[in-house]
């Protein structure tokens, strides 16, 4: 085993290397999308409580689905490639910023609010300068998240032609001595995910 994984690594480096980028590219700009469109989402259904449980609901079942059958769906609207992947792991990701941001900013302390108020702050400017400061740390934990789910999720891309690290689980598998190869493929997937989360936690420190 360790003999194979040796060799597996020495004759494969470039190709591995490649792989490990491509999944990082597709995780990162998967969940850089995903708080681009859940973020204003969470601030929507914050200030419109009525339909939060609904739309919180619907995302809720998305987790429901099973990430391959999801994976297919979207190959038929979108096609082979990157994008069908980063389609799927916004859908699964939105529900860590979505309801972070909802939470968060409903748990600011009302004091805050209304003194902001009481100095003639406008809306928008207690949104912008009162209930995202306070509600940070919790949003940025759902990010925070949202790219371990990535990290996973990207794993699948292979069976659209996308590459990342589940290309090469993929190959381990389909061959007959493949323990190594898919080997490699599953602890660089864990490294990525640790890398991301500590990367991140470092920068929002």
Known sequence: MIDGLINYLSDNSSYIISQLFTHLYISIVS???????????????SDNKKIAGIVIGIINVIQTIPSIGMLTILLILLGLGKNTVIATVILYSLL??????????????????????????????????????????????????????AVGITTIGSFVGAGGLGDII?????????????????????????????????IIK
């Open 96 to 149: 860590p910023i979505v309801s972070n941001t909802y939470v968060g900013l409903n748990n600011v302390d009302p004091t805050y609010v209304d003194s902001a108020k009481g100095v003639g702050m406008s809306r928008f400017q207690i949104l912008l300068m009162v209930k995202i400061p306070l509600a940070l740390p919790v949003i940025l934990a759902g990010v925070r998240n949202a790219l371990v789910i």
């Open 31 to 45: 969940v850089v999308l995903t708080f681009l469109i859940g973020f204003p989402i969470g601030i929507f259904l």
């Open 170 to 202: 993929l190959r381990g598998i389909n061959i007959t001595e493949g323990g190594p190869i898919i080997l490699v493929g599953a602890i660089l997937c864990a490294f990525v995910a640790l890398f991301l989360d500590r990367l991140f936690a470092w």
